[in-house]
């Protein structure tokens, strides 16, 4: 299915014995549950749908919204009852079109197949333009002959988990050999430091300037030592001749 007609109606004239004389009393109700299904509140939208039908169980709008919230709700086997109580009704509306669209999905989850045949054939010649309705009914119409022939018409969807299944594991496998990738690559970056801590320490380079200054500082202390030794041999030997003088 490719949409779901998403049509919430106000309090209309329209109800399931003709004119109701409750008509104005559950126009309150409608109108609430149309604000709160407006804000998502699909909750309270089914709630003020329902005071409404205890006040008037012929409001076609309010058969109509509740219906559709119980569809959005995936209460798939209450919302078909709830559209079952239109079908006499619904051929006179403006909506009847999209009534029968929105009763052919509501059986097509509950795999009534024969059902959701019949609503979106009506559906279709109601609005022949339909182009969803048509698909539709072409997907069901298959899917119940399979089920006349013993197939269940359960072949697409039994496709479609093999199909996730399979996504599944090629994801799984995938994920395996990202994480054993990423394994080996923390080894070789192990290897690589413990390589590194095992091999001896390289002397930092010196520049030409600097070999040059240490050379001097080197032969600069080399003469001061020179001439210190020079000093003591000299004044040891005038020591002598002093004393040999004497």
Do not use: C
């Not at 604000?35 to 998502?40: E, G, L, N, T, V």
């Not at 709700?73 to 109580?85: G, I, M, R, V």
């Not at 200054?213 to 001061?224: D, F, P």
Request: hydrophobic share 30%; glycine share 4%.
């Amino acid at each position: 299915m490719r949409r779901f007609v998403e049509i919430i109606l106000f309090a209309l004239v329209f109800t399931l014995t003709g004119q109701s004389t409750f008509a104005q009393v559950d126009r309150h109700d409608v109108r609430a549950g149309n604000r709160k299904f407006a804000k998502q509140d699909y909750r309270g939208a089914d709630v003020d749908y329902r005071k409404a039908l205890i006040k008037d169980s012929t409001s076609f709008a309010a058969n109509f919204n509740l219906a559709n919230i119980l569809y959005r709700q995936e209460n798939w086997d209450e919302a078909s009852s709830y559209y079952a109580k239109m079908k006499e009704v619904a051929p006179t509306t403006p909506y009847a079109s999209d009534y029968s669209y929105n009763a052919g999905n509501a059986a097509v989850q509950k795999k009534d197949w024969q059902a959701a045949v019949d609503s979106y054939k009506q559906s279709l010649l109601l609005n022949p333009n339909d182009l969803d309705a048509k698909e539709n009914y072409i997907y069901a119409k298959k899917m119940l002959e399979n089920q006349q022939n013993g197939g269940g018409g359960d072949n697409d969807q039994n496709q479609d988990q093999n199909q996730d299944n399979q996504d599944q594991n090629q994801d799984q496998n995938q994920n395996d050999q990202n994480q054993d990738q990423q394994q080996n690559n923390q080894n070789q970056d192990q290897n690589q430091d413990k390589n590194q801590d095992q091999q001896p320490q390289q002397q930092p380079k010196i520049s030409p300037q600097q070999a040059q200054q240490m050379l001097q500082a080197i032969q600069a202390k080399e003469k001061e030592t020179q001439d210190k030794v020079n000093k003591e041999k000299a004044a040891a030997l005038q020591s002598r001749q002093k004393e040999k003088n004497w």
